[in-house]
């Protein structure tokens, strides 16, 4: 244990109404004895419910402790009677230090320990030549010319104070009198419980998510931007839902088939259409009889929602009555083709309500429609589902946030962009700094172990550097369908983590659109992960060459798929070729709190 000799608090007393008090601690660090502890305030309770509080306690070592009694103001006696300023006192000095020792005492033994006691009075406002003369307290009392010999003269007299008969200090008592009075409480929440509670508070809509559906309950045309975790996931469910509950179909399109399983299992039993925009358009040319309606090549994919629309829309009366689209920035000019048939109305209205984070859009060609827009716009500002210092980073990492509402993108060109310590794009001109309070968060990030960088010496080392982390979330309260495992290229890239192994910390790993990834351990890429969340995302295969394009946006969708702790995987020797992901992950503990060496904190400062 550290150590806790001297006087306690180190800088000023504890908040008091007694200005007596504050002499008297001023005395005590001024001339306490080498090796002893005192503590100011030190309050103590029974386990049967009793109370006490001691003016100062002075632990002195192999003897025993001191309880001192302070009280303020003129302190005479009359008649055998204790008086402060000229009023009687309930009970004399003294006999409350004692009632108090013997609480103390009480504690200890409770704890294993013990100590034997002496009593001291001081009366530093009241100046007197002569003391006191009732027995009890002639020896042992201070008056305010003799508080600075106070401490000698308890030296001198402890060998009266504690007796050769009297037993021993037993057990770890001075630091059980340090854990009584406490000197720091710094909360902890395991990874599990705090995810637990972050969830609870998550899955919750707040009064202006729950103000957009009131007061748009009869809006037709809809577009809602949002950045990663604002909530627009949650929204669009309840908002289809409220659609199916009047009366009208609907279908929920997306662009990935993780996302559309996953909104498929929540939205089970409501009757709502959901899946990607592709696959129903292959659906479509499927019950038009259209040949070649089936396919795995990107060839297919990419046209195939151009060919429903020339071939396979549905008939009268057939078409749904509102479409939902989350991820809408994803969509391309096919894609809207297909969406703008679909929910055009008779009247030039479209019945959409597409959700969108420009934030998140990887392919800087795609576009939404013009007549998306002309409709009602929403903007979501409230961040829900990253902590902040994994937000903090990501915005960091993807070069600033343009719009915090999610309704423009990164500012991160391709290529690899983040080398000559450039976060996403050209390099910020010298005048421009981080924000002091985005370093901060980072830095409580590092503190808290929401944010770890996990650097390997080699490549090779990935997969066994991954599934010990994996271990140790789930050794922290974590459920395998809590973590997930991304990948910065694509699941056909050779030497991906998505096929490195079949099980990572004794649990088998599975593909996002997998019918049990929702409690099972998922191993896939961020592409496929967007629009999802996990409470801890491990992000790793920087060394893939398919990972250095566009690597500021691929970073900022894997990051923000992490509600609670961010995990980077990276060997060092490409850790050291980035220098922003360098001075991030080069932010350290110590003695408690997070610092950054000089080179880190240069090149953070030289970021936008």
């Known amino acids: 244990m550290a150590d806790i000799t001297g006087v306690w608090p180190r800088e000023r007393p504890r908040p008091h109404e007694s200005d007596g008090e504050a002499t008297v601690y001023e005395t005590l660090k001024e001339s306490l004895p ?81 100590a034997p006691y002496a009593v001291a009075t001081v009366f530093p406002d009241t100046p007197s030549d002569n003391m006191p003369t009732q027995d009890d307290v002639r020896n042992m009392s201070f008056v305010a010319q003799g508080l600075p010999q106070m401490c000698d003269v308890l030296q001198r007299r402890l060998d009266s104070l504690f007796r050769a008969d009297i037993p021993p200090p037993t057990g770890r008592w001075i630091e059980t009198l340090h854990e009584f009075w406490g000197e720091t409480w710094l909360p902890r929440l395991s990874l599990g419980n705090r995810h637990e509670l972050n969830e609870e508070r998550r899955v919750q809509m707040d009064a202006a998510q729950r103000c957009l559906l009131d007061q748009t309950e009869k809006t037709r045309q809809a577009l809602i931007f949002g950045m990663a975790g604002s909530g627009k996931t949650m929204l669009a469910r309840e908002k ?14 997306c662009f990935t088939d993780p996302l559309a399983a996953s909104l498929s299992g929540m939205l089970s039993g409501h009757g709502i259409d959901v899946g990607t925009v592709r696959r129903y358009a292959a659906s479509l040319l499927q019950k038009a009889g259209v040949p070649d309606c089936r396919g795995d090549t990107p060839e297919f994919w990419n046209t195939v929602c151009e060919r429903a629309v020339a071939l396979g829309l549905p008939g009268a009366g057939q078409c749904p009555d509102m479409v939902v689209i989350d991820e809408a920035q994803d969509f391309d000019a096919g894609d809207w083709a297909l969406v703008e048939r679909l929910c055009r109305g008779d009247d030039g209205v479209f019945d959409c309500w597409a959700f969108c984070d420009m934030t998140q859009r990887y392919w800087s060609d795609r576009e939404l429609p013009a007549w998306l827009r002309r409709g009602m716009v929403f903007d979501l500002e409230t961040v829900y589902r990253c902590s902040p210092p994994i937000m903090a980073l990501a915005r960091l990492i993807g070069g600033g946030v343009p719009a915090t509402d999610g309704s423009l993108p990164l500012p991160a060109a391709t290529g690899d962009s983040m080398e000559s310590g450039s976060a996403g794009g050209d390099a910020a001109p010298e005048d421009t700094h981080m924000p002091e309070d ?65 099980m990572f910390g004794g649990r088998s790993v599975l593909a996002a659109d997998n019918k049990n990834a929702a409690k099972g351990l998922v191993a896939d890429t961020y592409l496929r992960f967007k629009g999802l969340e996990r409470a801890a995302v491990i992000v790793t295969d920087f060394h893939l060459s398919a990972s250095k394009t566009n690597l500021p946006v691929r970073l900022f969708i894997a990051m923000t798929r992490a509600q609670d702790c961010l995990r980077i995987v990276i060997p060092t020797p490409i850790l050291n070729d980035h220098p922003l992901l360098r001075a991030v992950a080069s932010i350290r503990k110590t003695s408690g709190t997070s610092c950054l060496d000089l080179p880190a904190r240069e090149a953070l400062a030289s970021q936008s």
């Open 34 to 114: 080498a090796g002893w502890t005192v503590w100011h305030s030190l309050k103590v309770r029974t386990h049967d419910g009793h109370e006490g509080e001691g003016d100062f306690v002075i632990a002195v070592p192999r003897r025993g402790m001191i309880v001192v009694e302070v009280k303020d103001g003129l302190i005479s006696v009359r008649d055998g009677q204790w008086h402060q300023n000229g009023s009687l006192m309930k009970r004399p000095p003294r006999s409350q230090a004692l009632g108090y020792a013997k609480l103390l005492a009480a504690r200890l033994k409770d704890c294993g320990c013990g």
């Open 240 to 253: 289809a839902i409220h659609a199916t509950r009047e009366g009208r179909k609907v279908l929920f399109l």
């Open 438 to 502: 985005a370093l901060e968060l980072i830095r409580e990030g590092v503190e808290t172990g929401a944010i770890q960088f996990i650097e390997t010496k080699a490549a090779s080392q990935i997969p066994k550097a991954v599934d010990t982390e994996v271990g140790k979330l789930l050794g922290s309260g974590l459920q395998p369908g809590d973590i997930a495992i991304l990948s910065l290229a694509g699941r056909g890239a050779q030497g991906s983590i998505t096929t490195a192994q079949k």
